[in-house]
Each structure stands twice: as C-alpha cells, then as structure tokens.
C-alpha cells in the first residue's frame, strides 16, 4: 500500500464514488500508525473515502472563535468542548468544527470520542456548505448524532438538524429549524439545565 498512492477525494462526495476504494476505520488507523498518512497530508476518512479537508479562511476561523466563546458560556460541568479534533465513527473518523462531547480536557487524552459521547456537533461553512449539508449530515444521521449545527456564512443563519434517523439507506434528521440573527438557538445537553445561545453571538 505504501507503494501505490492512496486514492483520495474532494468534497462534495455525492454517490459518484460507488465502487471505488473504502477504508474501514482499521484500516485507517494502521495508515497514520506506519506513518503512510500524516497531519501534512490534510486528509480525514468521510464513510470509508479519503477526502481532503476544505482549506480555511479567516472569516471560517474566526467565526470557530465566535462559537467556541459562546458556546463556553453556557457549558455544564461533565462536558468538554473540542475544537477541530478527530471523532472515530463507525465507517468514519471526521474533524468537525466543534463538538460538544462527555467529559473533560482528560477524558480523550488516549482515544477520540465516539458517536455515545457527542451532543452536538457544529460545522461552520461558507465554501463547505454543500458538502456539510449533503455529505456530512446524513454521517452524522445514521451515527444518531442527537443534534447538528450548521454556522451558515452564506445564508447568515444557524441551520438546527434534530431527531437522526440512525442508519438506513438514506439517513437524516428529522427536524430542522433555521435561526436568524435576534434569534435565540435553544441547547440542552442530556442530564442538564436547557440553555439557549444568541444567533448574534455565533456570526461575524
């Protein structure tokens, strides 16, 4: 494998990739472990494809900022905030945005979380956005990802994706809400007091 380059895709996936490569989870684990794949080559494992991460801007950067500050305001005890960091799903092992995931800053010093310790993921997205809404969205439906944010930098709004499907030929979430500035997106962690977050505070 070391002697062949590895197939790798660019977002969005679409269903255009039938037949070609997959990669269990495994699989790629033991390419990061022999050294074959590393942080140079800005990849991450998207339902079995290796595809290479979306280049950043400041306004993506800065608006991850904008939400990592809100969101830790309103943060209980017993739960951690990570920020661009791996999650090992079972065909998959993305690096969203933000995720609000059991625990603390020691509880994944050893693995990456999985699906049972996520509340809430949240991708931010200008030049992803399609690929958020129609690559990721149904990986993190059928992972029964309780809730999923959309940071909207087109449309200037918070895009609110509840109740996944879990896994079936076509997962989704079955309720979606859009949040506009003067809004307040309603948070509420499992076990905990509900929070709500100012749509002003999430954007630029």
């Given at each position: 494998m070391a002697n062949q380059p590895l197939p790798t895709y660019r977002l969005p996936l679409r269903a255009t990739l039938a037949g070609f490569r997959r990669f269990s989870v495994a699989e790629?684990?033991?390419?990061?472990e022999h050294g074959?794949?590393?942080?140079?080559?800005?990849?991450?494992?998207?339902?079995?494809?290796?595809v290479e991460k979306m280049p950043h801007d400041p306004i993506h950067d800065g608006t991850i900022q904008l939400v990592e500050d809100?969101?830790?305001t309103v943060l209980p005890s017993g739960w951690?905030?990570?920020i661009q960091s791996s999650l090992t799903l079972s065909r998959s092992e993305p690096e969203p945005d933000l995720v609000i995931a059991r625990g603390d800053k020691r509880t994944y010093l050893h693995r990456?979380?999985?699906?049972?310790?996520?509340?809430?993921i949240v991708e931010v997205s200008n030049t992803s956005l399609e690929s958020d809404r129609d690559d990721k969205l149904p990986i993190y439906a059928a992972e029964n990802i309780p809730v999923y944010w959309i940071v909207n930098l087109i449309d200037y709004q918070i895009e609110v994706y509840e109740q996944p499907s879990g896994p079936s030929l076509s997962p989704i979430y079955g309720t979606?809400?859009?949040y506009k500035r003067g809004d307040l997106v309603?948070?509420?962690?499992?076990?905990?007091?509900p929070a709500t977050v100012p749509v002003n505070d999430l954007l630029p």
């Open positions: 790629y684990h033991k390419l990061i074959i794949l590393t942080e140079n080559d800005h990849l991450e494992l998207l339902d079995g494809y290796l809100a969101l830790r951690c905030l990570r990456h979380p999985v699906a049972t310790d996520i509340a809430l979606h809400r859009t309603p948070l509420q962690l499992p076990g905990t007091a």
